[in-house]
């Protein structure tokens, strides 16, 4: 015999086949396979967030995000480039950098020569043009062109530094920041002038360096 739940179970896997989408949204256009994920998509809608960290006030809409989240409290990077050895905390931001070893840039900005990986880069990056900053600190006057760069900018404000070395007392409110601190660790120095033997752990570092070749 055949349970209702394996009935169900093979209804919902047919869909997969036939491309039915038969849970639509109320409030937006968005229709999906299964009840659950319309379930997780309202809301965006309800702003509801149930999801919430034990260590910060960071909340979300699903169990993923959450635990992608948490990564940045571990420490955690599960996926790594089998190229040149980098890791990350979730699948999507691997599959991202790959392009960077691809050189495929398809995203291309129409008011300047940049090109750009991904979608959101060159999305991120036209607001430079328009002057665009839609992203507003709720406690000083800071503005910016990325959501994320306000969140980063909070901690300013809470004093939170999530991302912690692993081989010392350091820590810091961006993970941008731990990196660049992880090369005292391992001796890195990505950034090599091209006049002379020169490398060091920063652009800005390189950038002050080239002008003594330039006067």
Known sequence: GYSCAQSAALKAHTRTHTGEKPYKCTQCPYSCKQAENLKIHMR???????????????????????????????????????????????????????????????????????????????????????????????????????????????RKHTFEKPYQCTQCDYSSSAGATLQIHMRKHTGEKPYKCTECDYSCTTSGSLKVHKRTHTG
Do not use: W
């Open 44 to 154: 965006k809608h309800t702003g509801e967030k149930p999801y919430k960290c034990e260590q910060c006030n960071y909340c979300s809409t699903t169990a993923s995000s959450l635990k992608l989240h948490m990564r940045t409290h571990t420490g955690e990077k599960p996926y790594t480039c089998e190229i040149c050895n980098k890791s990350f905390t979730g699948k999507r931001n691997l599959k991202t950098h790959r392009l960077i070893h691809n050189g495929l840039k398809p995203y291309k900005c129409s008011q300047c020569s940049k090109s750009f990986s991904q979608k959101g880069g060159l999305s991120n990056h036209t607001k430079v043009h328009s002057g665009d900053k839609p992203h507003k600190c709720p406690q000083c006057d800071y503005r910016s062109t990325q959501k994320s760069h306000i969140q980063i900018h909070m």
